[in-house]
């Protein structure tokens, strides 16, 4: 797709950046692999924004919104060239018994709002439209649980950047003109083994977390574990922390015995999130890995490319022209090398052009066995 024609053309992101709500689905669907499953969904992008404004006109004070984001496969297939400049498929982590898992996905929609049934009615209105040139890869439908807590018992999200921060932490800046004002977004689908998690002590829970499980106070240096959670998680770079934006929702089915997080994470540049995914299996150094992690586990891991809205609004159905990205595959190929994902340069550092915070720590060490 072609970038915007003049300097002073209005590029509106999509509402990565907004308030936390009280319901959300995520659905990831993979796309049929023939040229007329493309050409749907290309039209099908170019009428998003009119399909959500047509679902939240019901209850305006509900704040739906739905955020679509695609995938590194997809991205080449939909839209072509030119690509978002660090988009790749997310790569799994193998440490010891620690695996994170790379699951397919092409098309992420994030739908959100203060109640469940209007994003139940855009995820039926998605679905109604494009469900014959698609299969359902994951869905899950998510809660906050009383006081913005996880079903571990401990409050999520509270170090997530706010105003400006957030913007700066989430959105692409002039690092890539092409695609300023999008965001990368991984997600993954935790489940934990709540019998193992509450038979732990409160102290060793708040050890492997690293905050108080009443009051949300974080433990202080002294106090906290190396192996903490939000230890590993927190990333530094030349003396500035790097950040990511999560709305992580709860989600479950006790009847079935199934309780989960749902991580989701956008930032301006998805080698934050991926080294705060590695410090956690991996460990930092390695073997000093998060404990959360003995009792939860991923079972879907993959990453997209939200680009603006101003972008799918553009969007035709002529089929584009192949994708070329050096730079992505040479990324990727050395990720797949057991090689750490390269440190930002000055003009993609969070302190230059726009947006970046959070809380887990990715990589690609696809075959690493430190314990």
């Known amino acids: 797709m072609d970038a915007p024609s003049e300097l002073n053309e209005v590029v509106l992101s999509q509402p990565v950046v907004g308030p936390l709500t009280r319901s959300a689905i995520f659905l990831v669907l993979c796309i049929r692999p023939d040229e007329e499953a493309f050409t749907r969904l290309r039209a099908f992008c170019a009428g998003l924004s009119s399909l959500i404004r047509a ?55 994030h739908i959100r709002a203060k109640s469940m049934d209007l994003c139940f009615e855009l995820a039926t209105q998605i679905m109604a ?27 999520d999200g509270t170090e997530n950047p706010r105003g400006a921060a957030a913007s700066e932490a989430a959105i692409v800046g002039a690092e890539d003109p092409a695609f300023s004002g999008g965001s990368y977004v991984i997600v993954q689908k935790y489940l934990h083994d709540m019998a193992a998690w509450n038979a732990l002590p409160t102290e060793t829970q708040e050890n492997i977390i690293g ?21 590993l998680t927190n990333i530094e770079q030349n003396g500035r922390q790097l950040q990511i934006l999560r709305d992580n929702m709860p989600f479950g089915r006790p009847g079935h015995g199934e309780f989960g997080t749902y991580f989701i994470g956008y930032c301006r540049t998805p080698s934050t999130t991926e080294l705060m995914i590695r410090n956690m299996f991996v460990g930092n150094p390695p073997g000093n890995y998060d404990r959360l992690l003995d009792v939860s ?30 730079e992505a595959s040479e990324k990727t190929a050395a990720t797949s090398a057991g090689q750490p994902p390269p440190a ?15 809380s887990l720590k990715i990589g690609s060490l696809k075959g690493e066995t430190n314990e």
């Open 344 to 358: 930002l340069s000055p003009a993609q550092s969070p302190a230059s052009a726009a947006p970046a915070e959070t």
């Open 129 to 155: 439209g494009i469900g014959d040139v698609v299969s359902v890869a994951d869905e899950v439908h998510g809660f906050r649980y009383f006081d913005d807590r996880d079903v571990l018992g401990f409050v």
């Open 211 to 231: 905050r108080r499980k009443l009051s949300d106070v974080e433990l202080s240096d002294a106090e906290k574990p190396s192996y903490a959670h939000n230890a």
């Open 297 to 326: 586990h991923p079972t879907t891991g993959t990453l997209f490319f939200v680009p603006t809205a101003s972008f799918l609004d553009s969007v035709t159905t002529a089929a584009p022209a192949a994708s070329q990205n050096p």
């Open 55 to 109: 679902v939240e006109f019901r209850n305006i004070e509900a704040g739906l919104t739905c955020i679509a984001g695609f995938g590194s496969d997809a991205w080449d297939k939909l839209f072509g060239s030119p690509r978002p400049a660090e988009l790749h498929p997310f790569e799994e982590i193998r440490s010891a018994s620690r695996h994170a898992v790379s699951t397919p996905g092409d098309i992420l929609f």
